[in-house]
Structures are given as C-alpha cells and as structure tokens.
C-alpha cells in the first residue's frame, strides 16, 4: 500500500529566535516519514510535509515540544 505525503501547517508563536528555526527543523525531519519540514521564523509558520501513517499530527507537535517550543495546527 502506497500512502502520500501530506502538507501539514503548524504555528508557533514562541520563535524569539533565528536559531531556533534549525533546531526544530532537525527536529521534525528526524521523525519517520517527514521529507521536508521548514520553519518560518518571521511568521511562526512550521510547514511540514509527511506521510500521517508515519508520523501523524500529535508526533509533529511533540517533536516541536521536545526542543522547547509549543505548536499548534493552523489552518492554511
């Protein structure tokens, strides 16, 4: 069974930082099946892309958590 990637939009409002961006960045991409993840520190927006059978949204959030930021979904 194939399953596709998906985009995933997270916002973070705690980005005090640039250096925080590669953190959570390395972060992400080390969770099972995330192919791209990038982190917009201007904005907060933390655009994700995965396969959800992989690593589902809560995997996503957690990753942020464990490097010391909160996420939340966003909508697009």
Same mark, same amino acid.
């Given at each position: 069974m194939t399953t596709t990637n998906i985009m995933t939009l997270l916002r973070s409002d705690e980005l005090s930082?640039?250096?925080? +961006?590669?953190?959570i960045e390395k972060s992400l991409l080390a969770l099972p099946g995330v192919t791209k993840a990038e982190v917009k520190f201007s904005s907060g927006r933390i655009e994700i892309e995965h396969d959800p059978a &992989?690593?589902? +949204? *809560? *995997? &996503? +959030?957690?990753? +942020?958590a464990k490097v010391g930021y909160t996420a939340k979904p966003a909508a697009f």
């Amino acid at each position: 069974m194939t399953t596709t990637n998906i985009m995933t939009l997270l916002r973070s409002d705690e980005l005090s930082c640039p250096s925080c +961006v590669p953190k959570i960045e390395k972060s992400l991409l080390a969770l099972p099946g995330v192919t791209k993840a990038e982190v917009k520190f201007s904005s907060g927006r933390i655009e994700i892309e995965h396969d959800p059978a &992989l690593s589902d +949204v *809560a *995997a &996503l +959030v957690n990753s +942020v958590a464990k490097v010391g930021y909160t996420a939340k979904p966003a909508a697009f």
